[in-house]
């Protein structure tokens, strides 16, 4: 005979909520005095190498509607292709360049923003050039778990052709949906997490 189960309750699911804001950004959630300025505002200064680049967009929902709170971090190589990390063993990474940012969508228009560097072409796990691309990382009220996406840029067609990820895309009309598109020198990038030009997302 089967036992009940009744004593096992689902245990009540909690999603991403204000914290996330408090936590990773105090100054822009109006707590002062725990940093000078939030962890990945700044990812470059006045001797980082490379070409200067601004990358801005939103995160729309299903409804069409942006988010006005959600976080985006990203991560990229230098404008040589290496990554500031120890783990980093072709070459020393630009030591004035952070290769990581964080950034809050504003409240008023859910835009973000990160002032940057092209990145550099990087190898693939099996030594082929990946095109430069900056990995983006979503979280927000109602997601979960963060979401991880990628930005290609436009103006980088031989590359996007040779890149293995890109490659191995089962929808190919779906890639135009991790390009971004420049405007002299700002690339342009809207993730849309649903709906018919939703963003190829990727389960690392």
Known sequence: MV???????????QTAGPYVHIGLTPNFAEITG???EDLGTSMVNDRTR???ITITGRVIDG???PLRDCLIEIWQADGDGLYNSPSEMRGSADPNFTGWGRCPASQETGEFRFETVKPGRVPFNDGRLMAPHVTFWIVARGINLGLNTRMYFGDEEKANAEDPVLARLEHKNRIPTLIAQRDGNT???DIRLQGDRETIFFDI
Do not use: I, M
Request: no cysteine; glycine share 8%; aromatic share 14%.
């Open 63 to 65: 409804a069409d509607t």
């Open 187 to 189: 690339y342009r990038f």
């Open 3 to 13: 036992q009940s189960l009744n004593r096992l309750k689902e245990t009540a699911s």
């Open 50 to 52: 490379g070409e200067r």
């Open 34 to 36: 725990v940093y000078g």
